[in-house]
């Protein structure tokens, strides 16, 4: 079983930076973020494979999110730049049972709680 904290959240400017972590316990391996904004659906921002080498992002977010880990910590981070207020949304932390690297919801059995990030114009 694998428990997910994120924490980073808040409110920030447009145009300015937010960088958001995720505290895993137990064993992971591929992990990516979601966010959902207010009366839409989850969606993929971003995803890692186990050994960091591989990812991949949203378009929507690419050049502007970066997402890394830290396997000896157990953690994963989202570095968020140049924010704009369609950023605004629940970010959540997701992990894998496996090596596949996913960019759909069911490809993650284990979740975080969320953490807002609100950006304002």
């Known amino acids: 079983q694998v428990q997910l904290v994120e924490s980073g959240g808040g409110l920030v400017q447009a145009g300015g930076s937010l960088r958001l972590s995720c505290a895993a316990s137990g064993r992971t391996f591929s992990m990516g973020w979601f966010r959902q904004a207010p009366g839409k659906e989850r969606e993929f921002v971003a995803a890692?494979?186990?050994?960091?080498?591989?990812?991949f992002y949203a378009d929507s977010v690419k050049g502007r999110f970066t997402i890394s880990r830290d396997n000896a910590k157990n953690t994963v981070s989202l570095e968020m730049n140049s924010l704009k207020p369609e950023d605004t949304a629940v970010y959540y932390c997701?992990?894998?049972?496996?090596?596949?690297?996913?960019?759909?919801?069911?490809?993650?059995?284990?979740w975080g709680q969320g953490t807002q990030v609100t950006v304002s114009s």
């Open positions: 997701a992990a894998s049972g496996t090596i596949v690297v996913s960019t759909t919801i069911t490809g993650y059995p284990y």
């Open positions: 890692i494979s186990r050994s960091g080498v591989r990812s």
